[in-house]
């Protein structure tokens, strides 16, 4: 299709252009920047996460049992919640009471996972979600939509939180020769600081109009860490600064400037299906046909993924690109056209929520792309990282003016 072609590395000539993996409080500010009734999945039938923060929360790996039947509970009060007519509050109630049965009679076995080094943030999780689970299961009593809706999305961060301790590395192991490529072996946490072309704004914020945004984007490294690991290593030697962006009908492209990376440099195609254990590379998944979804779907509005490489079962290892999901133009059971067929490696979490990802378009500019949290989990990352001061090009010359 139109986004195929546009993706490939043979347009590359165009113009230069913790529920979620957050360990603090800077998790639940990002998972309450989506409105929290769209946590649940939007289609039983395809099992698509309807925004970022919930196809990460989904997207961690399977560590500790007690922990998965505490957000399959919570996931099923939330997707309960949205039923228009007569809320089920009795069944919505026992999900909540069964959750806090286990938070609070299972500790030991929540925290067994965890390693030394961040069992007192764990258990600071924990009693935060049993605090919150006390409390709406008096919500629920009360049968208050509003209150539930936000605390049920509060329980379901707190949760994914702790999931992450949980799962302090890769469950599997990256195939041998692919051994030797940056690797990332958890989440990290990147921010775009993005400024729209001469002449245009984002409009106003806190009562003053401005140019400048922030895109807060989260990568996983549990279900691509290749793709992230090499995104994350992109970022730290500095080579999105200064990107010019192209949009197209559904993306927004991002191809380095010039000179930076050499454009032809490729990775396999990593995709990793949503029942299966580890990714598959150079290998894209037969959606429509066999009926597997990636973990890491593409159809999620602010998906992150890398554009196709010059060969086939392979991805460019510089140009990404942001896509638009609109699903009103999805194919079958809401899926995007090219779904299974990029290596997805993340989701913008904060940026998109509040308008600023809509207003992107061509002409506008990557000023900065800042690891924020995570570098710690980089394998075989480089040691010529730009420093955290550097001016990126695009910076310079708006001082100059």
Do not use: C, H
Request: no cysteine; proline share 7%; glycine share 8%.
């Amino acid at each position: 299709g139109a986004l195929a072609a546009l993706l490939s590395l043979e347009p590359l000539a165009v113009a230069s252009p913790r529920a979620l993996g957050f360990a603090s409080a800077a998790g639940l500010a990002s998972a309450l920047a989506a409105p929290p009734a769209e946590a649940a999945l939007s289609n039983p039938n395809t099992r698509l996460p309807r925004n970022g923060v919930a196809a990460l929360r989904r997207a961690v790996p399977a560590i500790n049992e007690d922990a998965g039947v505490v957000q399959s509970k919570l996931e099923e009060a939330a997707y309960l919640l949205r039923i228009p007519q007569r809320k089920p509050w009795g069944t919505m109630g026992d999900n909540v009471k069964s959750s806090l049965a286990v938070v609070r009679d299972r500790k030991d076995r929540l925290l067994e996972p965890v390693p030394a080094s961040a069992a007192a943030a764990a258990e600071e999780t924990r009693a935060e979600l049993e605090q919150l689970l006390l409390e709406l299961t008096d919500i629920a009593g009360a049968q208050d939509v509003e209150r539930f809706d936000r605390g049920v999305a509060m329980a379901l961060d707190a949760t994914s939180r702790l999931r992450v301790y949980q799962a302090p590395g890769l469950p599997f192991d990256v195939p041998r020769k692919y051994d030797a490529l940056p690797r990332l072996t958890g989440r990290a946490v990147i921010d775009l600081t993005v400024r729209k072309a001469p002449g245009q704004s984002f409009g106003f914020v806190n009562g003053d109009e401005t140019n400048t945004a922030t895109l807060r984007v989260v990568v996983d490294g549990y279900n691509a860490p290749i793709t992230a690991g090499n995104f994350v290593e992109n970022v730290r030697r500095g080579v999105y600064n200064g990107t010019g962006l192209k949009k197209s009908e559904t993306a927004l492209l991002a191809p380095p400037p010039p000179g930076k990376v050499d454009p032809s440099a490729s990775l396999p195609l990593e995709v990793k299906p949503l029942d299966d254990y580890e990714p598959r590379y150079r290998s894209p998944l037969n959606v429509m046909g066999a009926e597997e979804l990636p973990t890491l779907p593409l159809s999620v509005n602010g998906s992150l993924a890398m554009a196709r490489g010059a060969e086939d079962g392979a991805s460019s290892a510089s140009q990404f690109f942001i896509y638009q999901f609109d699903k009103r133009s999805a194919g079958l059971g809401g899926l995007a056209f090219e779904e299974g067929e990029f290596s997805v490696f993340g989701y913008v979490v904060q940026g998109e929520e509040e308008g600023f990802l809509s207003q992107l378009g061509t002409g506008d500019t990557i000023v900065r792309a800042k690891v924020v949290s995570g570098v710690e989990k980089l394998v075989n990352g480089g040691k010529d990282a730009e420093p955290d001061d550097a001016e990126a090009p695009a910076e310079a010359e708006a001082a100059r003016e």
